[in-house]
């Protein structure tokens, strides 16, 4: 049996899509950044906050793909893991956004299989023990960012919080 398999979470991990999905909310609608931060902090809808917005999700979207950057410190630390340990993304995205998503990374990362909302709960212990014989390996190190999703029910998933440069600033405002 290996010992470990590297997951790591994809938005606000791998990539800094936060500040993305913000900026490109306030730059379309022309509002203020504060209600917007709050409503994406309580993870509204983006299609709902777009509609009451009175703008066009598909053009936020357009913007927050040309916005999103990668979160390099992270991306280099787990590049250098990957060729001793098998790597997973999972995310609680679709598979579709995923996707499209990974193409910022441009192959500086290789994942042997993608988990994505439609295939993998993160709060489910038994999708975590299928992935962990899936893999044949005693403990799974998880990279992730939002305490409340991304801390697994599973005694033998390790979750390594990587904040997002200057989230404490952005999200925990009154």
């Known amino acids: 049996m290996r010992q470990l398999l590297i997951a790591c979470d994809l938005h606000n991990t ?5 500040p993305a999905w913000e900026q490109a909310f306030v730059e379309l609608s022309g509002s203020d950044e504060k209600p917007i931060r ?6 509204c809808s983006r299609h709902l906050l777009a509609k009451q917005l009175g703008i066009s999700y598909d053009a936020v979207y357009k913007r927050y793909g040309e916005l999103v950057q990668i979160n390099h410190g992270i991306v280099s630390a787990i590049a250098c893991l990957q ?4 790597l997973v993304l999972i995310s609680s995205a679709s598979r579709t956004r995923v ?6 990374l441009d192959g500086i990362l290789s994942f042997d299989h993608i988990f994505t909302k439609e295939t993998f709960w993160k709060n489910r212990t038994q999708d975590w023990d299928k ?17 409340s999703e991304d801390i697994s029910p599973a005694p033998f998933v390790q979750t390594v919080l990587v904040p ?10 009154d």
């Open 99 to 104: 996707e499209k998503d990974l193409q910022k």
């Open 164 to 173: 997002l440069k200057g989230s404490e600033e952005r999200y925990n405002e």
């Open 131 to 147: 992935l962990r014989e899936c893999y044949g390996v005693s403990r799974i190190l998880y990279f992730g960012n939002d305490p």
């Open 38 to 43: 709050k409503a994406l902090a309580e993870k």
């Open 14 to 18: 791998l990539l800094c899509s936060g």
């Open 83 to 86: 060729g001793n340990y098998p």
